[in-house]
């Protein structure tokens, strides 16, 4: 669901020319028997690094099954909007389901668009902003817990308690935080598990007591108990004003039907997992990110002091704060938590001059398209303004997708938006970050792009001058 209002304002095209191959798309040369799936296994974003400097725009690798990975937005946006009909959810979607069972996010039937009519008004801008003050109200809680520590802290960790916390007021009106770190770890194990089974060649039943699938059972036990839990209480307690409520409301304007119950669990359990895990990594590289730019968070905080003086920030005001809305893109830019989107043609296609066959995997990664030089002049550098009106005119739409495009665009992108909007600047004005000395910071891609050691920071009180 696109809001103008926080999406950036960018034009639909560029004058870039995509580097399209005259002849037969190339192959990225094999480093190993089984293809790059080895290599893949252990560092996806390398293997897709190298395609791309060696091949440019389109290039095929080896992988479980042979895969076209699209590089420029031109061939995004065909894949993802112009044609997005000839595209569906690839294998990786249906292994999916064995975590979040047939939600908006692994759904590739006809009844997708039911679900999504369904669940989008809860995601309505006006909605989140009256959910607002509840994510001002538990980031008062992290400032007031970590602010008075005399050891370091994992703030990648406070961050999945800050969202979680969020996720359990918003969603579900309940507190979460005494299932947080119960609920966190479970959630990380099970995309873990859920993205190594995405790269196995052969897949054991579940009903086999593989060491694999004791664990991935044992997680996976925690999170169904959790969300029944939540909507067995709310049947006894009747409604209440959250988002959970509006799912269980809801009616189809054109059939008239409602969520049945296994329906509502699994957007329950999609939307507790994506409520949380992916705004808590992006906030925790947000705030990696802000630690080495101490002149960005200084803007900032005499933003926020300028338009909202002595008080905290409400929906209006995180709207209007333009310095924190070109951090949070770029933090989104450097570090998606969707790092890598899939499809699989149902038909024979063409994308950008080339012919795909029907059947063809179509591997497009956010993480590559948002460092295209064509479209980001030094695309390693952490620069906010890269997002300032000037500088964003005449770049391609698609060269920023960190909530996917097209129909299948992420419903919970305001909600994220706005979460880091009003978090990431409250952190910053009560407190000051510091990355502990030496400590190695390295993306862990899995399902979601995450800190695989944590983000550990010494955090002190910010004492103005």
């Known amino acids: 669901m696109e809001d103008p209002m926080l999406l950036p304002d960018q034009a639909p095209s560029s004058p870039e020319a995509p580097v399209v191959p005259a002849g ?16 893949f296994r252990d560092n996806p974003l390398a293997v897709l690094q190298r395609a791309f400097r060696t091949h440019g725009d389109l290039v095929t690798i080896d992988l479980v099954r042979s895969a076209l990975l699209v590089s420029h937005p031109d061939g995004v946006k065909h894949v993802l909007q112009d044609r997005h009909t000839n595209y569906g959810r690839p294998f990786f979607y249906r292994r999916m389901k064995r975590l979040v069972g047939n939600g908006l996010l692994t759904n590739d039937t006809s009844s997708w668009l039911s679900q999504r009519r369904l669940a989008s008004p809860a995601f309505h801008r006006k909605r989140i902003a009256s959910l607002q003050g509840r994510m001002v109200a538990r980031t008062h809680e992290t400032i007031a817990r970590v602010q008075d520590l005399r050891t370091s802290v994992d703030m990648a960790e406070e961050m999945v308690r800050l969202t979680l916390g969020i996720a359990g ?22 995309l873990r598990i859920t993205n190594a089974r995405g790269n196995q060649i052969v897949l054991w039943p579940q009903a086999m007591p593989t060491p694999q699938n004791v664990r991935f059972g044992r997680v996976k036990a925690v999170l169904d108990n959790v969300v029944a839990d939540v909507i067995a209480e709310r049947r006894k307690s009747g409604p209440r004003d959250d988002l959970l409520q509006m799912f269980m409301d809801a009616e189809d304007q054109d059939t008239g039907e409602r969520m049945n119950d296994q329906q509502l669990k699994d957007e329950v359990l999609t939307m507790l997992l994506a409520g949380h895990e992916t705004t808590a990594h992006a906030l925790s590289w947000g705030l990696m990110l802000l630690s080495r730019h101490p002149e960005v968070v200084g803007r900032m905080r005499a933003e926020l002091d300028a338009q909202s003086p002595h008080r905290d920030p409400d929906a209006a005001t995180v709207m209007g704060l333009e310095t924190t809305r070109r951090v949070v893109h770029e933090v989104l830019r450097l570090y998606p938590s969707a790092w890598l989107i899939s499809r699989e043609a149902l038909d024979d296609d063409v994308i950008m001059g080339q012919p795909i066959k029907k059947g063809t995997d179509v591997l497009m990664s956010p993480w590559l398209v948002h460092r295209h030089p064509q479209f980001w002049p030094n695309p390693e550098a952490f620069l906010p303004d890269r997002f300032s009106p000037e500088q964003s005119e005449g770049r391609h739409r698609m060269a920023w997708l ?21 978090i990431l600047p409250m952190l910053v004005r009560a407190l000051e970050f510091e990355l502990v000395p030496g400590y190695v910071i390295d993306p862990e891609p899995t399902i979601t792009l995450r800190p695989r050691h944590g983000i550990e920071m010494n955090v002190r009180r910010f004492q103005p001058n």
């Open 169 to 190: 007021d918003t969603l579900f009106s309940i507190d979460l935080l005494e299932q947080a770190k119960e609920v966190g770890e479970a959630a990380a194990e099970a």
């Open 402 to 422: 960190p909530f996917a495009a097209g129909p299948r665009m992420c419903v919970g992108s305001n909600f994220a938006l706005m979460e880091m909007m009003t």
């Open 24 to 39: 037969p798309i190339p192959r990225l040369a094999k480093s190993g028997p089984l293809g790059h799936l080895s290599e």
